[in-house]
């Protein structure tokens, strides 16, 4: 079965939201990953300040993540109010091909399924309805 998260998209001060976010829900964080953590060797990645957030994830409970990045400046900049993606977390690689293929019909792919670097069978687009959506099978929790 699929979990949805919130995935909210910042201009440079992801760590400082999420902060703060943190000293609200309490707990700790799963993930936090730099820019400057990304290997070298892995192609097409934005080349912004390393100290910015790529990836970081709060568990809120134990069906809500709440997740975030700063944006790279090579894309441009976070619209507020439109900052943010549904994050989909699959059981089975099967399932995150169905769910990416069914929601995007129509649509415009950003990301195609494929496995990432940071161990992740990963996709995102954005659908015919205009939001955008993340859609990803851990693969370690096979």
Not at 4 to 12: I, K, R
Not at 84 to 89: D, L, N, W, Y
Request: some cysteine; proline content about 6%.
């Amino acid at each position: 079965m699929a979990q949805l998260s919130p995935y909210l998209t910042f201009n440079g001060n992801c760590q400082e939201a999420f902060d703060f976010y943190k000293s609200v829900f309490g707990g700790e964080y799963a993930t936090v990953m730099t820019y400057g953590q990304v290997p070298q060797d892995v192609p097409d990645t934005p080349q912004t300040s390393p100290d910015k957030l790529i990836h970081i994830s709060l568990p809120i409970s134990a069906e809500t993540i709440l997740m975030g990045c700063d944006m790279p400046e090579v894309f441009g900049s976070a619209v507020f109010g439109n900052n943010f993606s549904i994050s989909i977390a699959t059981a089975s690689a099967d399932e995150a091909d169905r769910l990416f293929t069914g929601l995007s019909k129509d649509g415009k792919i950003n990301m195609p399924m494929a496995n990432s670097f940071w161990g992740a069978y990963f996709g995102m687009f954005t659908d015919k309805y205009g939001i955008s959506w993340m859609v990803s099978f851990d693969k370690s929790r096979q």
